[in-house]
Structure formats: C-alpha cells, structure tokens
C-alpha cells in the first residue's frame, strides 16, 4: 500500500550526526516532494525542508541551513535527511511527509506522513 | 522569519462547532499560501485533514472543513465527536519554504 517508511530510533552524541530515512512505496516516488518536519518533546511541529525526489533540488528553512542536507535514492525510493552538528536541542521526532508534485513544482497537497524516527541527542 | 499562530486551546461541546483560524505575522493569508490543516493525537504521526484552504482528503469526515476567514485560514469542526480531540496544525507556504502554525488544542466537554 502507500506509505513512507522511516528508520528506526537513533541515540547520538552531540556534536555527532544523523541520517533519518524514509523510505516511499506503493505510488511513484518522483512524483511527490518530501518535507521533513521534526517535533521536539511536547513541543509543535517545525519545518525542516523539502526535496524534489525528481531532480534532488532542495529548500531548507534558514534555521537549518548549513547544517542539514536532503538527498534521495531513486533506485530505492528513499529520502534522506542528514543533521549535523548535534545537540540536544535537537532531540526531537523527524517526519517525512509528501507533497504532490505538479510539473516541477510543489502543489499545496500534501497528504501522507511517515509515522516519525526519533532521535535522541545526549 | 515568518510566524504562524493559531490559538493555544480551544473547548467544545459535543455536536458543537468551534473554529480554529491560523494567521501570518507577514499579513493576510490568501489561498496563495495553499493552507494544509493536520490532526495530531498523542503518540501519534500527524494526519492531514485539509489542504489548499478548503479541499478534503478522501478520508476526512464530512464535519471538518476548511476556508478563510478575515485575512486568516480557518478550519471549523461542525458536530464535534469525542474523537477529535487532538491537537490541530496549520502549515503555510511562503514561496519555497513552509511554517508550521503553533498549534490549537481542542478539548471536547
């Protein structure tokens, strides 16, 4: 069926860095972006950016940039996220959620979410 | 840095109605912004509920629905059931990038 998979749970030291997957089937993966949005203990959800599958282009919210890069395997249908720099500040649930594509651009639908991969930084 | 607020709590009764709206720091929303509205139980991945200001997802029951309302996104619970309390995001976008809303807690009592 439709889903996007993520990996399983990470513990990390600060300073260290993380990769978080998502993993998409049951529908075309180029055909959809993929955001990924973290949520700390108790906290609301965050923004963290997208990615076109399609071509790999990327936007970051400015709070992560620098420090976060979006990447995908085609042949596997997987998105990736990597954080560098950690701390514990960003201990925290990351999502992968998508959004349809339209054309090359993004169309304001998005619908399906992963069900999160929770990092731990200590 | 773009804000999103939403209200921090809201209460209703049940088979009541109650409208959560969500507003931009950057001025009125428009359905430029492509308002997504998502449903968030604890211990649970969000659910979209609402997309581009007022479209449905086939999944989502008849009572919720989505517009805008003096310069705000807006989503309006018409016969509230037990089962939707939860907490409920808005997500704006602004040309590239996106920002969550803060997030409204509705109670139902």
């Known amino acids: 069926q439709v889903q996007l998979v993520q990996s399983e749970t990470e513990v990390k030291k600060p300073g260290a860095s993380v990769q978080v997957s998502c993993k998409a089937s049951g529908y075309t993966f180029t055909t959809y972006y993929i955001h990924w949005v973290r949520q700390a203990p108790g906290q609301g959800l965050e923004w963290v950016g997208i990615m076109n599958p399609l071509g790999g282009s990327t936007d970051y919210a400015q709070k992560f940039k620098g420090r976060v890069t979006m990447t995908r395997d085609t042949s596997t249908s997987t998105a990736y996220m990597e954080l560098r720099s950690l701390s514990s500040d960003d201990t925290a649930v990351y999502y992968c959620?998508?959004?349809?594509?339209?054309?090359?651009?993004?169309?304001?639908?998005?619908?399906?979410w992963g069900r999160g991969t929770l990092v731990t930084v200590s | 840095q773009n804000v999103v607020t939403q209200e921090p709590s809201l209460t209703v009764s049940p088979g009541g109605t109650v409208t959560l709206t969500c507003a931009s720091g950057a001025g009125p929303v428009t359905s430029g912004y492509w308002p997504n509205w998502f449903q968030q139980k604890p211990g649970q991945a969000p659910r979209a509920l609402i997309y581009s200001t007022s479209k449905k997802h086939s999944w989502t029951p008849a009572r919720f629905s989505g517009s805008l309302l003096g310069g705000k996104a807006a989503l309006t619970l018409s016969g509230a059931q037990p089962e939707d309390e939860a907490v409920y995001y808005c997500l704006l976008y602004f040309g590239g990038s996106y920002v969550f809303g803060t997030g409204t807690e509705v109670t139902v009592l």
């Open positions: 959620a998508r959004e349809r594509s339209v054309g090359a651009s993004p169309s304001g639908l998005v619908d399906l």
